[in-house]
């Protein structure tokens, strides 16, 4: 018996989506959807994974065919639009609950919209010598209603240079009563690693940069003048 061999009709390929990541931007809480990459990296070893980490049409990061209910670790590198990093992020997806918000950290160079409420400064370190780059600065407004930050309110961050600098963008509640001319009282916290060093409090308005006009030492006590532009 002579003739063609037939296949059977195999019928296209259907990716499973494991895990979607969504940088955004805390200030102004939008995705930032370009200039931002991420990979899949092995903690163990220090290493990247093979596995693609492909972008879907709505500038989401996504992982594919991998297994839900695992812990996953990425390496996600935003610089080339303008953010702090690159930074690890771990989250376990399951099949309720497959899509993290990665909120993106500023640096003093960072493209920060007019009319944004700003903090810039520059931190140091009391010993010769010693380093103040990578650190994190933390800002976390109280509430509109002014009331103290709760567990899971927003915290807005920074990450100083290799000169210290810093620059951290916020989205401040307004008041009940919709006044934005009040200002609202906002700690500021320098980290080093994990473990926070000092905390600052500080009075910031609406939509100004505010400045502290002279270094803040991470292991002091000094409290260098703050400045908001008017």
Do not use: K
């Not at 693609?52 to 639009?81: E, M």
């Not at 963008?169 to 609202?184: K, Q, R």
């Not at 060093?197 to 409290?223: C, K, M, P, T, W």
């Amino acid at each position: 018996m002579t003739g063609a061999i037939e296949f059977p009709a195999l019928g296209p390929r259907v990716d499973e989506v494991t895990a979607v990541l969504v940088p955004a931007d805390r200030a102004s809480r939008r995705a930032v959807t370009s200039g931002v990459t991420a990979v899949l990296w092995d903690p163990t070893t220090d290493r990247a994974l093979p596995d693609r980490v492909v972008r879907n049409l709505s500038g989401g990061l996504v992982l594919l065919n991998r297994p839900l209910g695992q812990d996953y670790t990425f390496r996600i590198d935003p610089t080339g639009a303008g953010y702090a990093g690159p930074v690890p992020v771990t989250f376990r997806p399951v099949a309720a609950s497959r899509r993290r918000i990665v909120w993106l950290a500023s640096r003093p160079d960072s493209s920060i919209e007019p009319g944004t409420t700003t903090v810039r400064g520059v931190v140091t370190r009391s010993a010769a010598g010693a380093s103040a780059s990578g650190l994190d600065v933390v800002a976390v407004p109280r509430r509109g209603d002014g009331a103290a930050p709760a567990v899971g309110d927003p915290e807005f961050v920074g990450i100083t240079d290799a000169r210290g600098g810093f620059a951290v963008a916020l989205h401040l509640e307004p008041a009940d009563d919709g006044d934005l001319a009040d200002p609202v009282e906002t700690t500021i916290t320098l980290n080093r690693g994990a473990n926070p060093h000092r905390d600052i409090v500080v009075q910031l308005r609406h939509g100004r940069e505010h400045v502290f006009a002279e270094a803040l030492v991470l292991d002091g006590s000094n409290e260098p003048p703050f400045t908001d532009g008017a």
